[in-house]
C-alpha cells in the first residue's frame, strides 16, 4: 500500500494547551507546561542563535552554555560536589546495567543486588554477563509488593557482603510501584542507584552514593539521554583496556562530548531544571507537591478497600507510580476506558501486575490527580 504524505507546506490545524490530556504514562511521561512553551518558542529559531536547537553543532558556543547550565542546575538541585562527575550519556538505564559492573566490579570481586522489583530483576541479569553477583534481597514470592526491613515491615532482610564492590538497588520501581523512602545501609559498600523513576522528586544526601543514573524521561526531561552522578576515585577502577564509549573516565575527561550527545534531550533537561529551580523552588518544595499529589489516590484506595485493591504494601508505596487493581478484568477495561472519555490517558498496568498504573511524576498538576481521584471516588460509587 502506497501512503502519499501531505506536503510540510500544508499546516495542520493547530491544537491548543486546552485541548492537552492529563497523561498519566508510566515514560515518556508529562513534562511542565512552561517547558513546552519555551521549547515551542525557540525550536525554529533560538535568541541570539539564528537556528534550532535542533540544528546548532554540540561545539557551538551556544550548546556548550546548555549543557554546562543544566550541569550546574543539577549540582544545585542535589548539592553534588567536586568529588563527583555529571555525564549525559545515551542508551538509557539499560545501558547502564552493562557499564556500571564493567567500570567499578573487579575481575576478583563480587557485586551485591537487591532484587525489589522488574527493573531491579533486569539489573541484576546484565551485571551477571559482566561478572561475580550476589542477589541479597528478592522480594519475588510476593510479586513485588514489598521492601526488605526497615523500609516494609515483615519485608525480610538483607544478606550483604561487606567486602562487595557495591550494592545496587532501583529506588522507585515503576511497574510495581514500590519505593525506597530513604537509602539502605550498605555497611561501607559503595552504592549505586538506577533512580530512572524518581530521579529529582526530592532531595538527596549525595555523598551517600558512589553511583545514581537515571534516564530522563520520567523527571528530567524527554527520552534520549540518562544522566550519570559517579564519584570519580570511583571511576578510576575502570579497566583502561575497556572499549572507550563504556569506560565513564572518557566521559569524564570528554565533559559528555566524546560523540555527539543527544542536544535536544539535554536541552529540555536544562529547562525542566530551570523550572524546578526558579517555579517549583527546589527539591523539597517538589517533594511537597509530591507527596500531597500520591496522598490523594492513596486515600481513595484506603477509603475504598473492597473495591480497589493496592498493589504496593502501604509503608513502602511510590509517589511515583500508583498501582492498583479493580475486582474484575472487565472493570479494568471499563475504567481505563471512561478515564479516556475523561481526559485522562495511559493509565493501564503493566502486563506483569494487571490493573491500573497512575504514574504522576513532577510535572503532573495537582488538577491531573484531583481530577482522577474524583473519578476514581465516582466509579467505585457506581460500580462497586
Known amino acids: 500500500m502506497s501512503i502519499s504524505p ?137 510479586n513485588y509488593d514489598r521492601l526488605p526491613e526497615p523500609f516494609c515491615a515483615d519485608g525480610g532482610t538483607m544478606d550483604l557482603d561487606p567486602q562487595a564492590a557495591y550494592l545496587h538497588y532501583t529506588s522507585n520501581e515503576t511497574i510495581q510501584g514500590v519505593q525506597f523512602s530513604a537509602e539502605p545501609e550498605t555497611q561501607g559498600v559503595p552504592l549505586v542507584c538506577d533512580a530512572s523513576s524518581e530521579f529529582l522528586y526530592k532531595p538527596l544526601d549525595i555523598d551517600k552514593y558512589g553511583l545514581i543514573y537515571a534516564c530522563a524521561q520520567k523527571n528530567a526531561g524527554p527520552a534520549g539521554v540518562t544522566i550519570v552522578v559517579v564519584r570519580k576515585d570511583l571511576a578510576e577502577r575502570a579497566d583502561p583496556n575497556l572499549g572507550v564509549y563504556l569506560n565513564f573516565n572518557t566521559h569524564i575527561a570528554s565533559g559528555s562530548m566524546d560523540n555527539t550527545p543527544p542536544t535536544f534531550a539535554i536541552y529540555i533537561n536544562k529547562l525542566v531544571t530551570d523550572w524546578l529551580l526558579s517555579e517549583v523552588g527546589g527539591l523539597e518544595a517538589m517533594h ?10 492513596y486515600d481513595v484506595l484506603d477509603q475504598n478497600a473492597e473495591f480497589y485493591q493496592g498493589h504496593a504494601r502501604p509503608d513502602c508505596r511510590s509517589l511515583m507510580n500508583v498501582t492498583f487493581r479493580l475486582p474484575s478484568d472487565e472493570l479494568t477495561t471499563k ?50
Open 6 to 142: 501531505a506536503p510540510l507546506s500544508e499546516t495542520p490545524a493547530g491544537a491548543s494547551v486546552e485541548d492537552r490530556v492529563y497523561n498519566f504514562s508510566a515514560g515518556p511521561a508529562v513534562l511542565p507546561l512552561s517547558v513546552l512553551e519555551r521549547a515551542r518558542e525557540e525550536l525554529l529559531c533560538m535568541p541570539g542563535v539564528g537556528a534550532s536547537i535542533l540544528e546548532i553543532s554540540h561545539r557551538s558556543k551556544a550548546f556548550l552554555e546548555i549543557i554546562e547550565t543544566a550541569e550546574a542546575n543539577l549540582r544545585k538541585l542535589l548539592g553534588i560536589s567536586d568529588d563527583y562527575a555529571v555525564l549525559f550519556l545515551q542508551g538509557g538505564s539499560r545501558l547502564q546495567f552493562s557499564m556500571v559492573p564493567m567500570n567499578l566490579l573487579g575481575a576478583d570481586q563480587s557485586a551485591d543486588y537487591m532484587v525489589t522489583g522488574s527493573w531491579g530483576k533486569k539489573a541484576l541479569e546484565e551485571a551477571a554477563k559482566v561478572g561475580k553477583t550476589r542477589k541479597v534481597y528478592d522480594a519475588k514470592e510476593t
Open 288 to 297: 511537597s507537591r509530591n507527596a500531597e499529589k500520591a496522598k490523594l489516590l
Open 335 to 384: 475504567f481505563d476506558a471512561e478515564a479516556k472519555q475523561n481526559g485522562m490517558t495511559d493509565l493501564k498496568g503493566h502486563r506483569s501486575v494487571g490493573g491500573i498504573r497512575a504514574s504522576i511524576y513532577n510535572a503532573m498538576p495537582l488538577a491531573g490527580v484531583e481530577t482522577l481521584r474524583d473519578f476514581m471516588v465516582d466509579f467505585a460509587k457506581k460500580n462497586g
